[in-house]
């Protein structure tokens, strides 16, 4: 089962049906009232199997978050962001344009133009320390971008990125190059300090991407 196409499943049901829920003058509308909807459809939604288990991490999120935070969750908010960068990005089910090495260079001169360090010349096979004295710095393994493009520039296989800096920045940065990205961790990865986050091809990712601002709705 693709994650993008049943992530676009859960939220455009979920959302389809609490504007069905308001309009029908079941819920009230108002941030509470929508949120402890949206709580209720999820945790019914896990207990029927409604989706297939590739959200199931989503949705356990989302009634967590609903039943710890209140409105302060924000379900709502959170799932039309969703809506809006998988619809924007997969316009049709699941399908998206070759990432290539064009577009991973392009991101590496956006970096540099905008003083980043840029490290993608150096094998990495144990943990390692990048000295920036604070600037924002970005490392890929040199052996990774070797065997996860082919022949024809594509990349072919996930590749993981290590990232020092302000990450609604470079999400954006991604986002102007063609790149979506998930995260593997914040902070610690086998770069010190470095977050660890993964480009894949054609953009199909098997979990949640990080979300562009840029396409907050």
Known sequence: MSYIKEIKSVVDSALSELNDAKAAGKIQNNPVSEDSFLCRWVAQSIKKQRFDNVVL??????????????????LKGQMLHIASV????????DEHVAVTIAQFDDL???????????????????KMRVISDGQHSFVANS????????????????????VRGPEAWFI???????????????????????GEYKIWP????????????????
Not at 204 to 216: F, G, I, M, T, Y
């Open 57 to 74: 991490k989503d949705l356990t999120r989302w009634v967590q978050q609903g039943r710890s935070m209140g409105k302060h969750a924000n």
């Open 86 to 93: 998988y619809h924007h990005q997969f316009p049709d089910g």
């Open 108 to 126: 590496l001169t956006e970096l540099e133009k905008n003083d980043w360090m840029v490290h993608t010349d150096q094998e990495i096979s144990r």
């Open 143 to 162: 052996a990774a971008v070797e065997k996860s493009f082919n022949e024809a520039g594509e990349l072919v296989k996930p590749m993981s990125l290590y």
């Open 172 to 194: 954006e940065a991604f986002l102007a190059n063609g790149l979506l990205a998930t995260k593997v961790t914040d902070y610690k990865s086998i770069i010190k300090y470095h």
């Open 202 to 217: 054609r953009n199909q990712a098997d979990c949640l991407v990080v979300l562009p601002e840029s396409l907050k709705p």
